[in-house]
C-alpha cells in the first residue's frame, strides 16, 4: 500500500504546537510508518504538494500569506486538522484585534522601536484586519485545541485519521 | 411541616421538598446539571441558560437553577436538543468577550473553560466579537479584567448578599453591559468596598483575580463564600 501523506504548516502561532508534534517522541516513528512528512517546517519542501491526505495547521490566519498558505493547504489536501488554541480560537495572536492595524504598526515599529523607526513595508506580508481562527478562512475538518495540544492528543487524532476514522477528542480536549 | 414531593429526573424517582429547585434537588441527588451562574449560598438569577432542562407537559426549555419542584414533576436534563443549546450558550459567551486560557490566570481552575471542554465546544462556530475592554488595576490587592467576565452576577450577589456591602453592579444593556463597581467607580475607589475578596473568590472565570499571580496560578475557595451561607442559616 502507497505511504498517506502529512502536510504541516505554521501560521500566526509560536511553533509550540510543532514542538507538541515533536514531543510524541518515538511515537512518531510509529506515525510515519504509516505517513511521510512531505512539507512543513520540519521537512525541506517548498511548496504544498497535491494529494496530501492529512493537513496540520498551527497558527491563526492573521496576514496575506498565511490566508494564501491555508488555501493552498485546504485546496490539496483530504482532511485538515487545526492544531492549538491558535488554529481553533485566534487565541494570543486575536489579543490585537482590537486595535487598529495602522496603530498597532506604529506602536511596535516606531515607538517601540529602539533605533530604525518605521513600519517594515518590504519583505513582509501584509496584516489582515483580524487574527482569525482557521475555520473562519477555510473548512476545518477537526478542532484540536490546547496551547499546545498534548503530544498523546496529536498522536491519538492522527493515528485515527489515517486509518481512517473520525477522531474524538472526548475527555482529551482542553483549550489553554 | 415541609412538603414533600415526588419528582422524576431522567426516569428515576426522587423525594424531594417544595420549594426546591430543579437543580438543588439534582445536585442533592447526584444528577448533573452543568450551571455557571449558580453558586450554592447565593440567591438563583437564571442568566447563564446552561442549566436548561425538559420539563415534560411544557414546551419550552426551563432553567432548572430558578424552576421549583412540584408533584409529579419529569425533568429530563441531557437531550441531543439540551447539549445543542448548552453548546450554542457556551459558545456566544466565548464570542462575547476575549477568553485568552493561555495568557489567563484561572487556566485549569476556570469553571467557563471546564464547561467547554466537559460539554465538548471543540470551537466556536460564530464570528468572535473583539471587544475593547478595560483591565481595572485601581485596588490594591485585587484586579478586575473584563475581557474575561461573563456577566454570572455571582461577584454582584455575593457581595450584596454575603458581605452586605453591594459593590458591584451590572450596568448598560445587551452587549454594552459591563459589570461596575459603586457607580462606575474605578475599584480601588469604591468606598464601601471592604476588600473581603469574596467576589474575587465566588468569578468562575479570570475576571477577578489576586494580584501577584501567574498563568494557571489563581485557584479560588468558592466553597469557603458558599459555607458562610449555610452556617448563617438558622441564625
Known amino acids: ?30 506515525v510515519l510508518e504509516k505517513a511521510d512528512i512531505v512539507f512543513g517546517p520540519l521537512v525541506d519542501a517548498q511548496e504544498w504538494p497535491e494529494g496530501v491526505d492529512v493537513a496540520v495547521i498551527e497558527g491563526a490566519v492573521s496576514s496575506q500569506d498565511d490566508l494564501k498558505l491555508a488555501q493552498t493547504a ?51 506580508p501584509a496584516l489582515l484586519k483580524h487574527a482569525e481562527p482557521l475555520h473562519q478562512a477555510i473548512k476545518v475538518d477537526v478542532h484540536v485545541a490546547g496551547c499546545p495540544p498534548k503530544p498523546s492528543a496529536i498522536l491519538m487524532v492522527l493515528t485515527e485519521l489515517l486509518e481512517g476514522r473520525e477522531p474524538e477528542l472526548g475527555s482529551k480536549l482542553r483549550f489553554g | 411541616m415541609t412538603e414533600k414531593v415526588k419528582v422524576r429526573i431522567d426516569g428515576e424517582v426522587i423525594a424531594a421538598t417544595a420549594g426546591q429547585t430543579i437543580l438543588e434537588v439534582a445536585r442533592a441527588n447526584d444528577k448533573y446539571i452543568p450551571a455557571l451562574c449558580y453558586m450554592e449560598g447565593l440567591s438563583a438569577v437564571g442568566a447563564c441558560r446552561l442549566c436548561m432542562v425538559e420539563v415534560s407537559g411544557v414546551s419550552r426549555l426551563l432553567p432548572a437553577c430558578t424552576t421549583p419542584v412540584q408533584e409529579g414533576l419529569a425533568v429530563t436534563t441531557s437531550s441531543p436538543h439540551l447539549e445543542s443549546y448548552r453548546k450554542i450558550a457556551l459558545e456566544l459567551l466565548f464570542v462575547e468577550r476575549n477568553h485568552v486560557c493561555a495568557v489567563c490566570v484561572s487556566s485549569g481552575h476556570c469553571e467557563l473553560q471546564a464547561l467547554a471542554q466537559d460539554q465538548g465546544v471543540t470551537h466556536v462556530r460564530y464570528p468572535y466579537n473583539y471587544p475593547r ?66 467576589c474575587v473568590q465566588a468569578c468562575p472565570t479570570g475576571a477577578m483575580a489576586e494580584k501577584g499571580w501567574g498563568v494557571e496560578e489563581m485557584t479560588k475557595q468558592r466553597a469557603a463564600v458558599s459555607r458562610l451561607t449555610s452556617m448563617r442559616e438558622g441564625q
Do not use: F
Not at chain 1, 500500500?1 to 512518531?28: A, F, N, P, R, V
Not at chain 1, 506602536?107 to 517594515?120: F, I, M, N, Q, S
Not at chain 2, 484586579?143 to 450596568?171: M, P
Open chain 1, 1 to 30: 500500500m502507497e505511504k498517506l501523506k502529512i502536510g504541516t504548516c505554521w501560521l500566526d502561532g509560536c511553533s509550540g504546537c510543532h514542538m507538541s508534534i515533536l514531543d510524541m517522541d518515538e511515537e512518531i516513528v510509529g
Open chain 1, 74 to 124: 485546504r485546496a490539496r489536501s483530504k482532511v485538515v486538522v487545526a492544531l492549538g488554541d491558535c488554529a481553533v480560537t485566534g487565541n494570543v495572536p486575536s489579543m490585537r484585534n482590537g486595535i487598529s492595524r495602522r496603530k498597532l504598526l506604529e506602536r511596535v515599529y516606531v515607538e517601540g522601536a529602539t533605533e530604525h523607526p518605521g513600519v517594515p513595508t518590504d519583505g513582509v
Open chain 2, 133 to 198: 475592554l478595560a483591565v481595572d488595576t485601581t485596588h490594591p490587592r485585587y484586579v478586575l479584567d473584563h475581557n474575561r467576565c461573563v456577566l454570572c452576577s455571582r461577584c454582584v450577589r455575593t457581595c450584596a448578599e454575603i458581605e452586605g456591602a453591594h459593590v458591584w453592579d451590572i450596568a448598560g444593556r445587551g452587549i454594552q453591559s459591563r459589570l461596575v463597581s459603586e457607580l462606575q467607580r474605578p475599584w480601588g475607589e469604591a468606598t464601601t468596598c471592604t476588600s473581603c475578596g469574596k
